[in-house]
């Protein structure tokens, strides 16, 4: 009866076996050092809007402040040398109320140093936010070969596994389907910033160093006997 329960649970984990094939469904993940990645530093508009008596924002006042704040940004960021390209500074309209997407400035930096040297001067800001922007990798294809190599090894074990438990002899892969995964924005705290993932790699930090997280979702049929 246990080496029935434990069978039941095998399959519904790890994959499906009846003879002819077994099925194994793998995700898995490997850590990738990006070359170099964009830190976008933008006005933080709750900082600046305020209600009057009727609950209306205060439009007027609230763009001037925000344009001096994003003034004093501009002229913060080029004193440290940072290599910057101002963000899409496009209005929005909701009724009455006034506001800016992306008021800042996308900050080109190499590595997990560099982002902890900003974000240590971007605590004397206390009008400003910061998440990861664009992020540029090396050999993409090199990466995913990585990847795959890593997912098909851990499919062979666990198809090895099934076919023992079951009294079978496992063969040769008949068919390989690349699953979609659901992109999950997962931030993490680091100093007073936030990380904010793009695509599908989620980022860590490790003995302060910055990695992303390439994930791929695999279905493997092998052939058994």
Known sequence: MKKLLFLSLLFNNFGFAQSGFIEIEIRDSIRIKPKKFEYHVQISESKFARLDANGVAGTDSTKIKMREKYKELEIFLEN??????????????????????????????QNSKEL???????KTLDYISGSIGEIEYGDTELSEKRLFSKILAKAKRKGQMIADLTGQKLGKIIELKEGKDLVENISISYGAAYLSSLQNKNWDVSKNILYGHQWKTVMIKFSAE
């Not at 209005?91 to 996308?106: M, P, R, S, T, V």
């Not at 902890?116 to 971007?122: F, I, P, S, V, Y």
């Open 80 to 109: 440290k040398k940072y290599k910057t390209r101002p963000l899409n500074n496009s209005e929005f309209q909701i009724h009455d109320y006034a506001g800016f997407w992306k008021l800042g400035f996308a900050v080109e930096l």
């Open 116 to 122: 902890e040297k900003l974000t240590t001067e971007l």
